[in-house]
């Protein structure tokens, strides 16, 4: 499965973006799928997941401290598209955002077998 993100953008503090990260070559109902993000000089930080959807399975979410509460993960089957709704933004969310799909969720993103480019959010006044 290849992987798309998409919807990054110039956001002031406190202001909301709608990630999407667009699958294509397979289903990504049988994938659990990851956001992460990286800021220049640092690894990739895993900030999002849910997990697998295919069967009717409900898929859990699970999120890094730091955006609990913030940020929303969701999945549209119909759509092949996984959305990461990013509100109450801070100046240290801006970083470049990607996402990838494996079977089940990882922080550690060189565990997934497929990732995607990335797409940069940046919060500033």
């Not at 990286?38 to 859990?60: L, N, R």
């Amino acid at each position: 499965v290849q992987l798309q993100a998409s919807g990054g953008g110039l956001v002031q503090p406190g202001g909301s973006l709608r990630l999407s990260c667009v699958g294509s070559g397979g289903s990504l109902d049988y994938y659990a799928i990851g956001w992460f993000r990286q800021v220049p000089g640092k690894e990739h930080e895993g900030i999002s997941c849910i997990s697998y959807t295919g069967y009717g399975a409900p898929g859990s979410t699970y999120y890094t401290d730091s955006v609990k509460g913030r940020f929303t993960i969701s999945k549209d089957n119909a759509k092949n598209t996984v959305y990461l709704q990013m509100d109450s933004l801070k100046p240290e969310d801006t970083a470049v955002y990607s996402c990838a799909a494996d079977v089940g969720c990882a922080t550690d993103w060189s565990l997934y077998r497929h990732r995607g480019q990335g797409t940069q959010v940046t919060v500033s006044s």
